[in-house]
């Protein structure tokens, strides 16, 4: 389970927090849907909850642990696909899977057969040796996706992970999502497009200038005039969305 609490983060490059007092949480056996604009605050509230980034205040608890002051164990059970993954161009996939697996514990006899799994799981098997480099982005998710499956976490953060892949990409991150749901993970999933995700999550968390302004489940959602209509009510009048009680 996530549970985000009064988190704000504040950079002094900007006026104003990135994020101001952003709560709400993850359930397991649920997939939230974290809504916004770019800029909206979605990329700082996910480095704050995976532990890269820290929250000026406020708290973010993974499975219990908070992730400031009991990153160790938190850390155990998350599994976060960053928009952009960046790992070593000129390493080989197998064997950055295998170095990676030092960290999560798990012996060399092991490690070798458990990554070229992992990298079979998410469709890159006969890609094993080559350079992370030659990846398309697409495949660079994926083996994102497979690195943070290594620990078998009770926690995903998906953040912007379906953006500029392909539909077989997006098929397979839906059905992977689906699939990790029904094993009870929790799963965080953050887009700027609304029609992306709709379909999988069951609440979706809107977030616009920081401020987290509605939260609604999918069966609510159908009850507004398509997806134009409520971003043009978040656009237009954040803070009435925001005090409306009832859908």
């Known amino acids: 389970m996530i549970e985000v609490k009064q988190a704000t983060k504040v950079f002094s490059s900007r006026h104003g927090p990135a994020i101001n007092s952003v709560s709400f949480d993850v359930k397991n056996g649920e997939v939230v849907g974290f809504v916004g604009l770019n800029g909206a605050g979605k990329t700082t509230t996910i480095r704050i909850a995976v532990g890269v980034s820290l929250p000026t205040s406020g708290t973010v608890l ?20 960053p928009e952009i993954p960046n790992f070593e161009p000129n390493a080989k996939a197998l064997t950055l899977m295998r170095y990676l697996s030092g960290f999560y514990g798990i012996d060399r006899t092991e490690a070798r057969s458990r990554s070229k799994d992992l990298l079979a ?34 926690n995903f953060l998906f953040d912007e992970v379906l953006n500029g ?3 077989e990409g ?20 953050s887009s700027h497009i609304l029609t992306e995700i709709e379909n999988i999550a ?27 209509g409520i971003l043009r009510i978040i ?5 009435a969305w925001r005090n409306t009680s009832s859908i």
């Open 170 to 189: 997006i098929h397979f991150f839906r059905e992977l999502m689906r699939g990790q749901k029904r094993v009870n993970k929790a799963i965080l999933l």
């Open 235 to 239: 656009l237009q009048n954040p803070q």
């Open 202 to 228: 069951d609440r979706i968390v809107f977030i616009h200038r920081g401020r987290i302004i509605k939260t609604v489940t999918r069966e609510e959602l159908g009850a507004y005039e398509g997806v134009r």
């Open 62 to 81: 993974i499975d219990g642990h908070d992730i400031t002051n009991e990153k160790a164990e938190a850390s155990k059970s998350i599994g976060w696909v």
């Open 121 to 154: 799981s998410v469709g890159l098997s006969g890609f094993e040796n080559r350079k992370i480099r030659t990846y398309s982005q697409g495949m660079k998710k994926r083996f994102s996706l497979a690195v943070s499956l290594l620990s078998d976490p009770q």
């Open 165 to 167: 892949l392909d539909p």
